[in-house]
Structure formats: C-alpha cells, structure tokens
C-alpha cells in the first residue's frame, strides 16, 4: 500500500510514468521468452534512446540488439538473467582470486589487467557492430574499444573468431566474417590457430597443439613478433583472417583475383539493392563477384548490380 501511494505521487509529478508503468506490468504478465520481451522492451526503449542520445544512439542500440541476440538460446527469463548477472572484474581484483576465470565486458575492463585476455566474437557486424561499419565515427570509436581491451593483458592475448554465427532473422548458422580490425593487422604480429573437432588447435595448412602449446610445428605459424603473446584462433577451419594476396589467389583459384577498382586500390564492400551490404570475397570470371552478406551468406553476383564503395 505504501508502494502505492508512492508511485501514484510520482505518476501525479510526471504524466509520462502511466504509459512507463503500464508497460512494465504488461511486460510482467507476459510468460513468453526473453527474446520476444527483450525486443517488447527495446521497441519501447528506442524513442528515449534516439532522444536522449542522438549523436550515438545506433552503437547504443547495437548492444542491445546483440543482448537479443543472446537472449535466442534462452527459454525461460530466469535462466537469462541468472547468466547475466556477471561479478563486478573490480570485485575480482580486491579478492585476489588467482585461480579463477573473470568475464568481463570491454567497457569493464577499463583500468584493469590481467595475465592472460581471451576476447571472444570478433566477427563483423558484431564487433564492429553493424550500426559502426556504416557510421566512421562509430567505427572509431569501437576500434578505440577493441585496442582498451587488447592492452589489459600483460602476457598473453587471444583473439577469437568462430566459424559461423547465429541468423536472428532466419534461424540456422550463417558463415561469419573475421572483425575488419583484425584483417588489418599484419600477418607478422599474430600466430593464427584454428580449433578442431576434436577440441585441439591446429595451424593453417597442417601441424596440431594441445591447448596452451607453443607455436604450432611444421612452419605453418606466423613469425614471433614484440607481441608475442598474440594469437588469433578461428573455428573449425576458416579461411585465413588476412585478404588473400594476388599469389595466393593464383596459386588456389586461377578463376578468384582480388577485387580491384581505380588505381589498384582495393574495393572491400559493396551495397546490393536486395540484400544490403556486403564484403566483397573475390572477383570471378564473367563480371561476377563472390560476397559475403551479414544474414544471407555468400552470394555470386553480377558486377553490375552491385554499388562499390571504396
């Protein structure tokens, strides 16, 4: 009855609360599945959000929109918000837990260090986000993110890239592609591993580890750099996270070169009409291009139907 009285003094102060509160109840008395909730919420979130923070609400927007991505393996809301519930990382340094694993968010990590970093789903349109690879300015300031993250380890950094991603939109697994931040990075800085099925790592080409090895045997590592606690794993056989080079395409695919435009510069990404933007994978004979589209996968598509963007 108190809480009553309360929130009915607060709703005569503020008209804006009846439609804030009747939403929340309604939410309560809703069984369905975090996913459907979350997107209720979001919906309704979306105009304070644009109001409240016009210059960067789409990277603001693009985590929450990763958080329903999550929230599609959970069936019940407990579940949900129980793994959500992550320990505070200052908490965890205060306690001096050394034996312990600490899950963290970027923005967490801000001022902390630790031994070993593993920094997980470092896909395209995931990080960056879909809202920052068409906004340079978020683009930036996730790649600002991305670098915070990079510097909390002290020995060892491992950065991973899986093989596939969930499509929220159509259901299934759909080919992901390696963060644009980590394309750049040049092949000498980083040793690359790939997970196998079994669970043991293995370097592009041939020669296996166990977990926590040293440079994988038979040449195939990349050279040990001033990071050399750097290394970059992709699931169950992706192809390499650097752009192929024009021999590397000759020596694989006779009919694949890499897509160039004026000057030689390379074109990267395209917009198609139907399936929005994507990047471009190689160029085939015919005037046909190979492109990855975020949701749809790879496509071979006509040169001419599709906008490049330098």
Not at 33 to 48: G, I
Not at 260 to 282: E, M, P, Q, T, W
Request: glycine share 10%; with cysteine; hydrophobic share 40%.
């Amino acid at each position: 009855e108190g809480d009553a009285r309360l929130l009915d003094a607060q709703r005569a102060k503020n008209p804006g609360l009846h439609a804030l509160f009747a939403f929340l109840e309604d939410l309560r008395a809703d069984p369905g599945a975090p996913a459907a909730l979350l997107e209720r919420a979001v919906a309704f979130y979306t105009p304070a959000l644009t109001r409240m923070h016009p210059e960067d609400y789409p990277r603001r927007l693009a985590g929450l929109e990763q958080l329903g991505q999550i929230a599609q393996s959970y069936a019940h809301m407990e579940a949900f918000l129980a793994d959500l519930a992550l320990e505070n990382p200052e908490d965890e340094r205060k306690a001096v837990r050394e034996d312990a694993v600490v899950l963290s968010t970027v923005h967490s990590s801000k001022g902390l260090e630790w031994s070993a970093v593993i920094l997980i789903d470092l896909v395209d349109d995931r990080f960056p986000s879909r809202h920052a690879l068409a906004r340079p300015e978020d683009l930036e300031e996730e790649r600002r993110l991305l670098y915070v993250a990079c510097t909390r380890a002290k020995d060892s950094l491992t950065l991973c890239v899986p093989g596939t991603v969930f499509n929220r939109a159509g259901g299934g697994s759909q080919p992901a592609m390696p963060s644009l931040f980590l394309r750049e990075l040049p092949r000498e800085l980083y040793t690359e591993l790939r997970e196998t099925f079994s669970g043991g790592l293995t370097a592009p080409g041939g020669g296996s580890q166990g977990l926590g090895g040293d440079a994988a045997p038979g040449g195939y590592a990349r050279r040990q750099s001033p990071l050399s606690g750097l290394s970059i794993g992709t699931a169950f056989g992706r192809a390499p996270l650097a752009p192929p080079t024009d021999a590397d395409v000759s020596d694989a695919d006779p009919s694949a070169s890499p897509f160039r435009g004026n000057g030689g510069a390379d074109l990267s990404y395209c917009r198609h009409k139907i399936f929005g933007r994507g990047k471009i994978v190689a160029r085939l004979d015919g005037g046909k291009c190979r492109v990855n589209f975020p949701g749809f996968g790879l496509k071979v598509i006509l040169s001419e139907y599709l906008e490049l963007e330098p």
